[in-house]
């Protein structure tokens, strides 16, 4: 069981805003950024999402971040069919003082 | 460019013994922390653990603790995973990724490529 709450499938057609949240705790979300992870099949994750709300260079401003208290959102605008992918949030923990991520959302475009 | 390039494929027995590499480029090794992580058959991200290539200093998740060495050579800008007794259990896709921090804001970027270690009597 993941530390991190995420739906496990989310779905929408082309062109729609899609979110997906994230739960998590006080040590962890509730104390730190958060960040998101796009895994394309059979790719590693790439790093969509840090500080809560920054894109690294090279990621699409249609994906952005939101964070409120011990919860985190990624919305997804302009859905594409190349977003089809899991996506992880992941954050550091400070009574683990390590890692931890969410079990993962199958994002589907129809 | 910094990446971060991973050893090959593995194909182990059960009981036996693995090492699997990760060689950091395009930035100062010693500067950042490497982290890794394990992603079993059609699952998600599950954090292994964690080591700073300056001094060594390791700190792993409670899951894994005593069940896997996590190590760093900075002179050759390589951190190490490790198992001494492979179980089928252990079947499972290995990533390495660098740990980056400015002030309270840490992420993790870029990962490497993956290891594939596949334990089958």
Redo the contacts between chains.
């Keep these: 069981q993941?530390v991190l709450t995420q739906p496990p499938s989310a779905s929408g057609t082309p062109g729609q805003r899609v979110t997906i949240s994230c739960s998590g705790s006080r040590s962890d979300i509730g104390s730190?950024?958060v960040?998101w992870?796009q895994q394309l099949p059979g790719t590693?994750?790439?790093?969509l999402i840090?500080?809560d709300n920054?894109r690294?260079s090279g990621v699409s401003d249609r994906f952005s971040g939101s964070k409120s208290g011990t919860s985190a959102s990624l919305a997804i605008s302009g859905l594409q069919s190349e977003d089809e992918a899991?996506y992880?949030c992941?954050s550091?923990d400070d009574s683990?003082?390590?890692?931890?991520?969410?079990?993962?959302t199958k994002l589907t475009v129809l | 460019e910094v990446q971060l390039v991973q050893s090959g494929s593995e194909v182990k027995k059960p009981g036996e013994s693995v090492k699997i590499s990760c060689k950091g480029s395009g930035y100062s090794f010693a500067s950042n922390w490497i982290?890794w992580?394990r992603q079993m058959p059609g699952k998600?991200?599950?954090?292994m653990?964690?080591v700073n290539p300056a001094d060594s200093s390791t700190?792993?998740?409670?899951s894994f603790q005593g069940q896997v060495t996590i190590s760093a050579d900075k002179s050759i800008s390589t951190s190490y995973l490790q198992w001494s007794t492979l179980k089928a259990s252990d079947t499972a896709i290995y990533?390495c990724?660098r740990h980056n921090r400015l002030d309270?804001?840490?992420?993790?970027?870029?990962?490497?490529?993956?290891t594939l270690v596949t334990v089958s009597s």
């Design positions: 993941s730190n950024t960040n992870f590693a994750p790439k790093l840090y500080g920054q690294p899991d992880y992941a550091w683990l003082y390590g890692w931890v991520f969410g079990g993962g | 982290g992580v998600g991200l599950e954090w653990g964690i700190r792993y998740s409670p990533y990724v309270l804001t840490r992420w993790l970027d870029p990962w490497g490529q993956g």
